[in-house]
């Protein structure tokens, strides 16, 4: 399983630290992005031991065995531009929302059925884009080629990264390219995670 092989690489280099012998000039390219489209994917999931307690809500009720909740693709949340920097220790990206294609037609509908309301102002509301971006400090990195088959296969990369309010832990597999950033979350009670999916390339 995946998982037991991302638990394994973790186990094996828990005290590696950015070490020059794979830090050396690597960086990647990312997008985590959603698709675009009233049926596309997320490429995002929230999971939990006990989805119907921690995903409880007034108007849902997961099943207990439902262990990953994911919501329906109205408002796009794109992380663009992502660098992820072993040589300078830094991960960066940009933060874009702004509302997919027909949720916008839905918002600007639901203004026009306003008496006397202005076209223009129903059209700036629903193509208001946001852009934020962050920068964190990589804390700790793994590249693991034990599990590989051959010697063609490239290395997978495990890296952990934080600013002062989140932390994450990607997983980049050079082979496939179809990367996981995870951040991790609990309370007193449950514990739960965040996923997003989308695609690394190491530059040339």
């Known amino acids: 399983m995946q998982f037991g092989r991302l638990a394994g690489a973790f186990i094996i280099f828990a005290n590696v630290i950015l070490t020059a012998d794979f830090a050396r000039a690597q960086v990647f390219d990312c997008q985590f992005l959603q698709?675009?489209?009233?049926?596309?994917?997320?490429?995002?999931a929230s999971c939990t031991m006990h989805p119907d307690i921690v995903?409880?809500?007034?108007?849902?009720?997961?099943g207990r065995?439902?262990?990953?909740?994911?919501?329906r693709v109205r408002g796009l949340e794109?992380?663009?531009?992502?660098?992820?920097?072993?040589?300078?220790?830094?991960?960066?990206?940009?933060?874009?929302?702004?509302?997919?294609?027909?949720?916008?037609?839905?918002?600007?509908?639901?203004?026009?059925?306003?008496p006397n309301f202005p076209e223009e102002i129903a059209d700036r509301d629903a193509n208001l884009e946001l852009r934020n971006k962050y920068i964190?400090?990589?804390t700790a990195a793994t590249k693991s080629v034990a599990a590989a088959k051959s010697p063609l296969e490239k290395?997978?990369?495990?890296?952990?990264?934080?600013?002062?309010?989140?932390?994450f832990v990607l997983f980049i597999p050079e082979d496939s390219g179809e990367s996981i950033?995870?951040?991790?979350?609990g309370n007193a009670e449950h514990s739960w995670l965040n996923a997003r999916f989308g695609r690394c390339k190491r530059r040339s």
Do not use: Q
């Not at 874009?96 to 026009?112: G, I, N, Q």
């Not at 950033?181 to 979350?185: R, W």
């Open 65 to 71: 065995r439902n262990h990953c909740k994911v919501d």
């Open 35 to 44: 698709e675009n489209a009233p049926d596309g994917k997320a490429n995002e």
């Open 181 to 185: 950033l995870t951040e991790f979350k």
């Open 136 to 138: 964190f400090k990589i």
């Open 78 to 114: 794109n992380l663009e531009g992502a660098i992820v920097d072993l040589g300078t220790h830094t991960v960066s990206w940009t933060n874009v929302y702004r509302l997919s294609d027909h949720e916008k037609k839905r918002v600007k509908a639901f203004y026009m059925a306003k």
């Open 55 to 62: 995903f409880n809500s007034v108007t849902d009720t997961p």
């Open 155 to 167: 290395p997978e990369h495990t890296i952990i990264f934080e600013n002062k309010f989140w932390k």
